[in-house]
């Protein structure tokens, strides 16, 4: 089955500063990555997400960018704010026909004010 | 909408009792998901329905059980609840293969003492 590699686990930025989260997977049949964010005690939320026949995506001060050779996708928020404060979840879609997805171990991301 | 719906919130149980886990979606999504959440770990699949009629083991399915009672319900039992169940577990769906996105309830967290 597919592996989501994520790093780093922990990750502290100053406000206005950029924020960069790196995952690689194993199946390169996957086509769909997803990014999620969860804050303390709520349940997982979509915040952008791309598909393989791309390589890069942006919503306003999100950005997702993925390099299908090397099997890895970024996570880039710029001007980051104390609401950015979460942990991140990617995700990679299988090839099977339910397209399940398979989770990183997620990102704790601080926005110190 | 309510979208995704999950009851209870909380629970308490004793090893070796059972529960029954609901979740509700008001969306007309075809598949349905079950992950629990633990420290560190991710969101890890444990069944899912790609659609009304059928259900299959995810990645971590040893314990429980489900049933995908309609369209709009799918509910995951504990037969014999053991301290390593302790978890958060979320409810997800899908609308189809083809349209990825998946919308989380609000999560259950449960406790086996």
């Known amino acids: 089955g597919e592996n989501v590699e994520q790093h780093p686990s922990t990750l502290s930025v100053q406000e206005g500063d950029s924020a960069v989260i790196k995952c690689t997977y194993s199946?390169?049949?996957?086509?769909?990555f997803p990014w999620y964010k969860q804050e303390l005690g709520k349940r997982p939320q979509l915040i952008i997400d791309?598909?393989?026949?791309?390589g890069e995506k942006k919503d306003q001060r999100i950005a997702v960018t993925l390099n299908k050779t090397a099997k890895h996708f970024s996570l880039h928020i710029t001007e980051t704010q104390p609401e950015d404060s979460a942990v991140y979840f990617c995700?990679?879609?299988?090839?099977?026909?339910?397209?399940?997805?398979?989770f990183g171990t997620g990102t704790r991301l601080t926005v110190i004010p | 909408n309510a979208g995704v719906t999950q009851t209870p919130k909380f629970q308490v149980l004793k090893t070796g009792q059972s529960m029954t886990l609901q979740c509700a979606q008001d969306?007309?999504?075809?598949?349905m998901y079950w992950y629990r959440q633990d420290p560190g770990m991710g969101l890890r699949l444990i069944y899912y329905?790609?659609?009304?009629?059928?259900?299959d083991k995810g990645e971590v399915p040893n314990g429980y059980n489900v049933s995908r009672l309609n369209k709009r319900e799918f509910s995951l039992r504990l037969e014999s609840a053991a301290p390593s169940q302790t978890s958060v577990y979320f409810c997800?769906?899908?609308?189809?293969?083809?349209?990825?996105?998946?919308?989380f309830g609000p999560g259950t967290r449960l406790t086996v003492l």
């Open positions: 995700a990679a879609a299988d090839q099977t026909g339910a397209n399940n997805l398979f």
């Open positions: 199946d390169s049949a996957s086509n769909y």
């Open positions: 969306m007309n999504h075809n598949s």
């Open positions: 997800a769906s899908m609308l189809s293969a083809a349209n990825n996105e998946q919308f």
């Open positions: 791309i598909r393989s026949n791309v």
């Open positions: 329905s790609a659609s009304e009629g059928t259900t």
